[in-house]
């Protein structure tokens, strides 16, 4: 569809607040302020899902000539372009809503100043402390929200196996199905996609609980008279958090290389 003409509206909403300031008669801020689109083309991420059965369908062709490493060859190259896009996207989403929005437009408003700006993760507790913090009468900048305590399910990881398990596998609520490429009784040093399964459930439940977080230190976004509700700051955690994955790929990757780099070393030596 024509993103112009014809869009799938995944979300909106539409909030007013007014801006009361003294000492000037300047206005603070535009009548009217058109935002240019920040746009990601998803083309990449959508051809490696089946349409029918959801089905992941990313893998290295190894046949090709230009296929020399797991990093060096075209299928991660292409990987490595889309995520390095959509962490770029990630970055100016947020960006938008924590200069524009905050401090464009809340900031402006005197009585803001006195917002608070407690440096606070997502579980309300500050950072290197185990106690919690008081209860907070106005929501955080959306610059202290932290990302980082939510579990990255991308990790070089390996295991020592007779054999490659897909058994045991537990129902996520992806909306990606995985299965094992490995059909020979081989054993694979990759861990089973029961494994992977735990992996991706515990990141969703840690989102969940980031969400219900959200809800009881932002506004509900039902109030029209609120700019930045529970909505947007969970969406912009999970900016954050997308950026962590996007990271978590490209050095999963190159530690992979330099692993196989250096056990080739060892065997052939210098």
């Known amino acids: 569809n024509d ?7 995944l979300e909106e909403r539409s909030s007013s607040c007014v801006i009361v300031t003294t000492g000037t008669k300047k206005a603070p801020i535009h009548e009217n302020t058109v935002h240019p689109f920040v746009d990601v083309n998803l083309t990449w991420l959508f051809e490696q899902i089946s349409p029918k059965s959801h089905v992941c369908l990313f893998e290295i062709d190894r046949s090709l000539d230009s296929c020399k490493t797991p990093r060096r060859n075209p299928n991660v190259d292409a990987a490595f372009l889309f995520f390095a896009d959509f962490k770029k996207w990630s970055a100016l989403c947020f960006q938008h809503f924590r200069n524009r929005v905050e401090h464009g437009i809340l900031d402006k408003h005197e009585e803001d100043h006195v917002r608070s700006r407690i440096e606070t993760n997502i579980l309300g507790r500050k950072e290197g402390s185990g106690t919690s913090t008081p209860p907070v009468t106005t929501p955080p900048s959306l610059s202290s929200l932290n990302a980082e305590g939510i579990f990255c399910p ?31 009784g081989v054993a694979s040093p990759l861990l089973s996609i029961g494994d992977i399964d735990k992996f991706l459930n515990e990141q969703t439940r840690q989102l969940d609980e980031a969400k219900e977080s959200m809800a009881k230190m932002y506004p509900s976004s039902d109030k029209g008279d609120k700019i930045i509700t529970a909505t947007e700051a969970s969406l912009a955690l999970l900016w954050h958090h997308t950026q962590f994955l996007t990271i978590a790929y490209g050095t999963g990757i190159d530690y992979i290389e330099m692993m196989l780099r250096k056990q080739f070393i060892a065997a052939i030596g210098k």
């Open 154 to 184: 991308i990790l070089p990881l390996f295991e020592e196996a007779s054999s490659n398990s897909t058994t045991g596998g537990e129902t996520t609520g992806s909306l990606v199905v995985l299965t094992s490429n490995n059909n020979d």
């Open 3 to 9: 993103p112009k003409t014809d869009p799938i509206m």
